[in-house]
């Protein structure tokens, strides 16, 4: 069965400053790996997706994601934290193999300090 | 073009009352979802609807039913809503049904349940 965890339930960063967001999962085929992200009072929208082509995936806002698989490892990154940032962020994992749906890491809401 | 829909925002329910929340989407996907987000659990699958006609059980589907309408309404039923079911309830949307692989799902802004 696949799962994820999402270390730190909250991370506390300046604005400039790199911003880390780990995620670890679990998964018994190659796994598909997203990041979402919520701002307050909205759903969630995609910042990025792992669909076993390049092992570093660029998404939306500056963020990125390294896949390695030796690690079972997806961490989020940017290298200067915005105000705009702020917001709760979620790894998920889909093994791909015919269930559609996506298994939600617990989220790890991240504080952006002027 | 305004993606997921989803009515009411907003509701407060006492227990053992029914009640239907709605999903609609106009991105002509074939797959429908129903979650759930409860603090510190991220969200969870209620309910899912991989082509129009045919509904599947998630990991939390205990008090809730649902229907698809038709390609683009997908609907979650609460028969006797109870207070562990308090939690804002997210539908989404994907292009591909079971398809070999997974594609983006589209959210909508939620539905926040409260049952007294």
């Known amino acids: 069965a696949q799962s994820v965890t999402q270390l730190g339930s909250h991370v506390s960063v300046s604005e400039g400053a790199l911003v880390l967001l780990r995620c670890n999962y679990s998964?018994?085929?190659?796994?598909?790996l997203f990041w979402y992200v919520q701002y307050p009072n909205q759903g969630l929208q995609l910042l990025l997706k792992?669909?076993?082509?390049?092992?570093l995936v660029k998404g939306i806002n500056g963020f990125e994601a390294e896949f390695k698989k030796s690690e079972t490892s997806f961490h989020l990154t940017k290298p200067s934290a915005h105000m705009s940032d702020a917001a709760e962020y979620f790894c998920?994992?889909?093994?791909?193999?015919?269930?559609?749906?996506?298994?939600f890491g617990s989220g790890t809401r991240l504080q952006v300090q002027p | 073009n305004a993606g997921v829909t989803q009515t009411p925002k907003f509701q407060v329910l006492k227990t053992g009352q029914s009640m239907t929340l709605q999903c609609a989407q106009d991105?002509?996907?074939?797959?429908m979802y129903w979650y759930r987000q409860d603090p510190g659990m991220g969200l969870r699958l209620i309910y899912y609807?991989?082509?129009?006609?045919?509904?599947d059980k998630g990991e939390v589907p205990n008090g809730y039913n649902v229907s698809r309408l038709n390609k683009r309404e997908f609907s979650l039923r609460l028969e006797s809503a109870a207070p562990s079911q308090t939690s804002v309830y997210f539908c989404?949307?994907?292009?591909?049904?079971?398809?070999?692989?997974?594609?983006?799902?589209?959210f909508g802004p939620g539905t926040r349940l409260t049952v007294l």
């Open positions: 998964s018994s085929v190659p796994p598909y």
């Open positions: 991105m002509n996907h074939n797959s």
């Open positions: 998920a994992v889909s093994e791909g193999t015919g269930r559609r749906a996506l298994t």
């Open positions: 792992y669909t076993s082509a390049a092992t």
């Open positions: 609807s991989a082509s129009e006609g045919t509904t």
């Open positions: 989404a949307s994907s292009e591909r049904g079971l398809a070999e692989r997974p594609d983006t799902q589209y």
